[in-house]
């Protein structure tokens, strides 16, 4: 039997992109694909709640939806160490619940990020450099921050020079993050790092938002089985291992 999804978001750029994945899979169920002005109850009455929304108010949606026991798909941005950390600790405490937590649907992403977790490693200065089309509300990305936190962890510490002059860029785990925001643009991220004599540079190209619906697909699969536990980045959804 399919699982039934509701996506919360559906008049996005991403929700939309999902709404049409899940009418695709002969393994879910489409439910309901709610907009801002539609009442929340509405997607828990299903068993997978997607939530591509905003920032702002996706902590408020991922929170209610734990609450009533449903598993929930985490697609919009923001989602830092700290939300997760609060996240996890919902999701203990909401028997059935569960939680995925994906920053970036795109494989390419998913192994360019790994790629800059390994480099992290070997090199003590990096920056990003990450650019999106101009109606994304945040800055810096959450691909970019998950980014960082990872390349923190896996090396550092990492100390950018003049940090306290505004355009060195927002920074994370010791990393600046710089956030272009074009007409023209759906998603690039580049990860540059600096060493004695040379410079690599890890870059990502998203074109088309078909790069997405795998890692989509994917992820609603990981979330229908997920109980009790909170997984993070399509990496771990795909056992990729850096």
């Known amino acids: 039997m399919a699982f039934t999804v509701a996506v919360v978001g559906a008049s996005g750029r991403l929700g939309g992109v999902v709404a049409r994945v899940v009418e695709a899979m002969p393994e879910a169920e489409l439910v309901a694909a709610l907009t801002s002005q539609d009442a929340l109850d509405v997607a828990l009455r299903a068993e997978v709640v997607v939530d591509a929304t905003h920032p702002a108010v996706s902590p408020e949606i991922v929170g209610a939806a734990v609450e009533h026991g449903r598993r929930v798909l985490v697609g919009t941005s923001g989602w830092s160490e700290d939300r997760i950390a609060v996240l996890r600790g919902r999701v203990a405490a909401s028997p059935g619940s569960g939680a995925v937590v994906i920053p970036n649907f795109s494989?390419?992403?998913?192994?360019a990020t790994g790629f800059a977790t390994i480099a992290a490693r070997y090199f003590d200065s990096a920056e990003i450099i990450e650019a999106h089309h101009a109606g994304k509300v945040d800055s810096p990305s959450g691909t970019a921050v998950r980014t960082a936190e990872l390349m923190a962890a896996a090396g550092g510490p990492f100390s950018a020079p003049h940090a306290d002059q505004r355009a060195r860029g927002q920074q994370v785990g010791g990393i600046p993050i710089h956030s272009l925001r074009l007409d023209g643009v759906v998603a690039r991220q580049e990860v540059r790092f600096g060493g004695t004599g040379e410079t690599l540079t890890?870059?990502?190209?998203?074109?088309s938002s078909a790069a997405y619906e795998a890692g989509i697909r994917a992820a609603l699969l990981r979330t229908a089985e997920t109980a009790d536990e909170v997984v993070v980045g399509l990496d771990a959804v795909l056992g990729l291992s850096f």
Request: hydrophobic share 45%; aromatic share 0%.
């Open 202 to 207: 890890i870059s990502h190209d998203t074109v």
């Open 107 to 111: 494989l390419g992403s998913a192994l």
